[in-house]
């Protein structure tokens, strides 16, 4: 298959991205495939973003997952609500329409366009980015807890303690453990919190909806 006006125009444009540092004999061996990729009967596809070169660049990133045929599909600059749109766009209403599930973090702008594009689809926050949520909330505890502890002349316990709570029971060293085994015991917001997130990892091993709509 030749290299199409399209297909050159799109090189050129990877290549200012990248700052020439790649051919664009390469960039078009990459791109040649997805001139002839079929996007029909795609029905669950995952939406994800990475940082790329320095700074806060991204590239959005569209997989399918479905069991037949599992591969990147598009990907697209930034991680913008216009950036999603634009591979909706591309690939049509009909398609979009018969988008049973879609896996996704929860960057509001991507649920935005799902919402806007595939309202029939069931979204998926996968486990990942849930996680860190609580992590970021237990930090931000804890670091309130130890100003506030310092304020109060009280012994504070909380101090270096960011990854005893942070990282898994199973990854802690020895040492580490003997130490949050006397933290856990202590009531302070930062261990009801650590409680909280240990306890909501039992959602994961859930096999049934029904159980994990009535966890006991």
């Not at 599930?101 to 919402?115: E, F, G, H, N």
């Amino acid at each position: 298959m030749g290299e199409t006006p399209e297909l050159k125009r799109d090189s050129r444009d990877i290549q200012v991205q990248l700052g020439q540092r790649i051919s664009s004999r390469a960039v078009c061996g990459c791109l040649r495939p997805l001139a002839s990729r079929d996007l029909e009967n795609v029905t669950e596809i995952e939406i994800d973003e990475i940082q790329v070169w320095s700074g806060r660049k991204y590239l959005t990133l569209v997989y399918q997952l479905d069991s037949y045929a599992k591969r990147l599909l598009w990907s697209g600059h930034e991680r913008k609500a216009k950036t999603l749109l634009k591979f909706l766009n591309e690939l049509g209403k009909e398609r979009c329409l018969r988008i049973k599930l879609v896996c996704s973090d929860m960057w509001a702008p991507y649920l935005k366009m799902i919402a806007k594009k595939a309202p029939q689809a069931l979204n998926i926050l996968d486990c990942f980015h849930i996680m860190k949520k609580f992590n970021d909330a237990i930090d931000q505890i804890r670091k309130e807890e130890v100003k506030k502890l310092k304020e109060e002349g009280a012994d504070n316990v909380l101090e270096k303690s960011c990854w005893l709570l942070l990282k898994s029971p199973e990854n802690l060293t020895e040492k580490q453990t003997v130490r949050l085994s006397r933290i856990v015991k202590i009531n302070l917001s930062s261990v009801k919190s650590y409680l909280m997130r240990e306890d909501f990892q039992r959602f994961w091993e859930y096999k049934y909806l029904v159980c994990a709509d009535n966890p006991t």
